[in-house]
């Protein structure tokens, strides 16, 4: 069955620290990928997201995110933590033929200390 | 309205009550999708409407859940004889078409429905 996998429940950096958050899919062709954030009392918001080409996407809010087709993931990274990055992000994948949905994974919950 | 909006924005039933979730999405967007999200979980694709026509429904889980779209914009998720299991924060997102790879789905903020 297609699923997405964040291993990681819960991460704490220092701000200014770097960060990488993981996400692993199970599919057996290459899917589209998403990365979200949500905030308390905010909506889902899309950070960036792959479909093709190049595997190193550029997102909002300083964030990056690397396809590796040998490992099935897309990672997550930004070079400095701010406080405001505090949040949950969402890996999610769409497969081919499947246009009209996302799963996600379960998600990672980052904490920021000064 | 600027974004996908979702009412109410807060929800308490008792056990084996019937409610409706509505959810206005962004002016002129065609595909408009329904999440649950249960504490602790990614959210989970229950529906997916292009204009008014339901053109997947995979993810209701049982037929207690049906939602509708009469016009094409507004849709309401309707959930009978509700349970506690049913206790979850449901996401409504938009797009202005679905299955194209270059669109965004736009979420709204969600109804908490805490079901007592």
């Known amino acids: 069955a297609q699923s997405v996998t964040q291993p990681d429940i819960h991460i704490t950096v220092s701000e200014g620290a770097s960060l990488e958050l993981r996400c692993n899919y199970s599919y057996g062709a290459t899917p589209y990928l998403f990365w979200y954030v949500q905030s308390p009392g905010q909506g889902l918001q899309l950070l960036l997201k792959y479909f093709s080409g190049d595997t190193l996407v550029q997102g909002i809010k300083g964030f990056e995110a690397e396809f590796k087709r040998s490992q099935s993931s897309f990672n997550l990274r930004k070079p400095s933590v701010h406080w405001s990055d505090a949040a949950e992000y969402f890996c999610?994948?769409?497969?081919?033929?499947?246009?009209?949905?996302?799963?996600f994974g379960a998600g990672t919950r980052l904490a920021v200390h000064p | 309205g600027a974004g996908v909006s979702q009412t109410p924005s807060n929800k308490v039933t008792e056990k084996g009550k019937y409610v409706e979730l509505r959810c206005d999405p962004i002016s002129g967007h065609t595909a408009l999708y329904w999440y649950r999200q249960s504490l602790g979980q990614g959210p989970e694709f229950l529906i997916y409407?292009?204009?008014?026509?339901?053109?997947?429904d995979s993810g209701l889980p049982n037929d207690r859940f049906f939602a509708v779209r009469p016009e094409g914009s507004v849709s309401t998720l309707k959930i009978q004889r509700t349970e506690r299991g049913d206790s979850a924060v449901y996401l409504c997102?938009?797009?202005?078409?679905?299955?194209?790879?270059?669109?965004?789905?736009?979420f709204g903020q969600g109804t908490r429905l805490t079901v007592v």
């Open positions: 409407f292009q204009g008014t026509g339901a053109a997947d």
């Open positions: 997102a938009s797009s202005p078409r679905g299955g194209a790879l270059n669109t965004e789905a736009f």
């Open positions: 999610a994948v769409m497969f081919s033929g499947g246009y009209n949905k996302l799963i």
